[in-house]
């Protein structure tokens, strides 16, 4: 159904005013013939749904019980636009393949927009969208959590432990994201990593194991060559795209900020930006995928995942120098503190100082926290911005 179709003549509450929030508004009252509008940044339990038709709530908000009366930007825009929409999610690379994937479609002639959790939320994108519009859209697990329908094609890319302090269990935080997969039909399409569970659902699934193209990436590590794979046979499979142009555009991609993002040489030392890493397995990544890196940044606030594999690929590579700061730092130190190859810092300051004081000429130095931003910067992005002006400083 039309998004304005279900808004018209409604009582319509705003549940969040951030990006997001306030993204709802402007589309509403730009394009919406309501019966009245209100913005509410308050507890759940404070609001009067009885006042209200409709309440449109922001995807950070915790609300893990369903609730027919709420619904999201998400939900309303799968809803209108589902036949043009490729969904993509996964605890790791998400981003990189949404942005990959738009960018290849784009290359080969595609008329694609990118849009959803990797910044632009998707009412800012509708007047651009025309009938031969191929939709990226980066869903997050909050933004999958309640939805009733999913996009005609479903990436789901990987599945690690993350967001527990949301979810509380893998099972619930897993129930989320499947929502991509289990709420498609028998004509839409899925392509899923190994590594997913199985997931019940009538719609023609294929299952992404290897690297089987010969990939040239601008952008480091084994793990975006598999991306690539997941677009190469979403560009090529799906929308036609010739198979050479493909692979041409797929290695033309340049990458985003924050995601295994060289950005400086300082004393022959050359310094990655891998704020995005939150969960131990990306900064393991980080770690094999950039040549000569020996040192590595890790710490973050603290969400309760394991990092037992962490812990044991530090032991592994005495090789690699490891600087620890913050909660999850303070965590991963107890158990690795009698290794010469570690260090425990205060913050994110003091181990830039140490990692310029350690790491030598020839080699590389990667901030790769394994953990979230939050409690000490803005976002991922912050704490990304802040590591490259403590480096050039």
Do not use: W
């Amino acid at each position: 159904m039309a998004i304005r179709d279900v808004l018209d003549n409604k009582r319509i509450l705003i549940f969040g005013y951030g990006r997001e929030g306030k993204s709802t508004e402007t589309y509403i009252k730009n394009h919406v013939n309501f019966k009245s509008l209100d913005v509410f940044e308050g507890k759940i339990e404070d609001i009067d749904e009885d006042k209200y038709d409709i309440i449109i709530k922001s995807p950070g908000i915790v609300m893990l019980e369903h609730n027919d009366k709420y619904s999201s930007q998400t939900e309303l825009f799968i809803n209108e636009y589902h036949d043009q929409i490729v969904g993509i999610t996964g605890t790791k690379g998400k981003s990189t393949t949404s942005a990959m994937l738009a960018h290849t479609l784009s290359e080969c002639g595609k008329n694609a927009i990118l849009l959803g959790n990797i910044g632009k939320p998707c009412f800012d994108m509708i007047d651009e969208i025309s009938d031969d519009t191929i939709v990226v859209f980066e869903l997050s697990c909050h933004q999958l959590l309640h939805i009733d329908r999913a996009p005609h094609i479903a990436v789901f890319l990987n599945l690690f432990e993350e967001h527990l302090d949301y979810y509380g269990t893998m099972d619930k935080y897993f129930g989320a994201k499947a929502n991509i997969i289990s709420h498609q039909n028998a004509f839409d399409i899925a392509y899923i990593g190994e590594n997913v569970p199985e997931i019940s659902s009538d719609t023609e699934k294929h299952i992404i194991s290897s690297i089987e193209h010969d990939f040239n990436l601008s952008i480091p590590g084994e793990h975006n060559k598999l991306n690539a794979e997941f677009v190469f046979r979403i560009a090529v499979d799906e929308f036609g795209c010739d198979i050479k142009d493909a692979i041409e555009a797929i290695n033309s991609y340049k990458g985003l900020p924050h995601r295994l993002e060289y950005f400086a040489e300082i004393n022959g030392v050359k310094y990655y930006d891998d704020s995005i890493s939150t969960i131990p397995e990306a900064a393991i990544s980080a770690a094999i995928s950039i040549p000569n890196a020996k040192t590595i940044i890790v710490g973050g606030m603290d969400r309760g995942i394991d990092y037992d594999i962490l812990v044991d690929f530090i032991k592994e590579r005495e090789d690699i120098l490891f600087i620890l700061c913050y909660a999850t730092g303070e965590r991963i130190y107890k158990e690795v503190k009698e290794r010469s190859n570690c260090i425990m810092t205060e913050d994110l300051h003091s181990a830039v100082k140490v990692a310029k004081d350690k790491t030598a000429s020839g080699n590389a130095c990667v901030l790769s926290p394994a953990a979230p931003s939050y409690g000490y910067f803005k976002n991922f992005e912050d704490r990304g911005n802040q590591f490259k002006e403590m480096v050039k400083a």
